[in-house]
């Protein structure tokens, strides 16, 4: 089983940044980072889950969503079973609780059901 714990949210003006921060830990013996597909979700009141960012095991490829695309950047430090998402030039509408998500296999993923295990989430508010 694995857990992800999230960090580095907060309150932002619009045009600032933030880098968020994603753990992950095993409460069952060893499980390696480097075979879990990594991803950040947003979601907004009244609004659906979203995908961010999505990364692969090694960290040799990522996708994003269009609108923070130049914006935002995720890397991963598999030794140090962190993942990390850059978050540049925001904007109010980035406004959510973001969260993060890991399945088991290569790839990238973008639907929010195929993901096992999911973090707690991180409020991210951008004042305009």
């Known amino acids: 089983q694995v857990q992800l714990t999230e960090s580095g949210g907060g309150l932002v003006q619009a045009g600032g940044s933030l880098k968020l921060s994603c753990a992950a830990s095993?409460?069952?013996?060893?499980?390696?980072?480097?075979?879990?597909?990594m991803a950040w979700f947003r979601q907004a009141p009244g609004k659906e889950r979203e995908l961010v960012a999505a990364i692969n095991p090694s960290g040799a490829s990522t996708g994003y969503v269009d609108s923070v695309k130049g914006r935002f950047a995720t890397y991963r430090d598999n030794s140090e079973k962190t993942v990390y998402l850059q978050m540049n030039s925001l904007k109010p509408d980035d406004t959510a609780v973001h969260y993060c998500?890991?399945?088991?296999?290569?790839?990238?993923?973008?639907?929010?059901?195929?993901?096992?295990?999911w973090g707690q989430g991180t409020q991210v508010t951008v004042s305009s």
């Open positions: 095993e409460s069952d013996g060893y499980y390696p980072m480097n075979k879990l597909a």
């Open positions: 998500a890991a399945r088991d296999g290569p790839g990238l993923w973008r639907s929010a059901r195929l993901y096992d295990y």
